[in-house]
């Protein structure tokens, strides 16, 4: 078995390709972070239209507010669903 040399300073399971493809977590964070916002601002407005339009939830102040915090967050969790369906969906496809 042969014996590496070990510079100092160097990770020595690190390659230049291998540090790319890391360097950019922060981005994908970033992404991941703006797409949610952007979900989240869209389903409240959505949801606010709603509740705004119906005269049946605008007499009790408390079910207008849970629906309005809680639907948002609701719909994210489902629109992220359904693109993972969407996403397993196309893979399978172009597997076969």
Do not use: C
Not at 6 to 14: E, L, N, T, V
Not at 71 to 96: C, H, N
């Amino acid at each position: 078995m042969a014996v590496r040399e070990h510079r100092a300073g160097a990770d020595p399971g690190a390659s230049g390709d291998n540090r790319r493809r890391t360097s950019w977590g922060w981005l994908t964070v970033f992404r991941f972070g703006l797409v949610l916002i952007a979900l989240l601002l869209l389903n409240s407005f959505l949801v606010k239209a709603m509740v705004d339009s119906s005269a049946l939830m605008a007499d009790d102040l408390r079910i207008t507010q849970t629906l309005q915090f809680a639907l948002p967050l609701l719909m994210i969790f489902v629109e992220f669903w359904l693109y993972d369906l969407l996403k397993a969906a196309l893979a399978t496809d172009r597997e076969a």
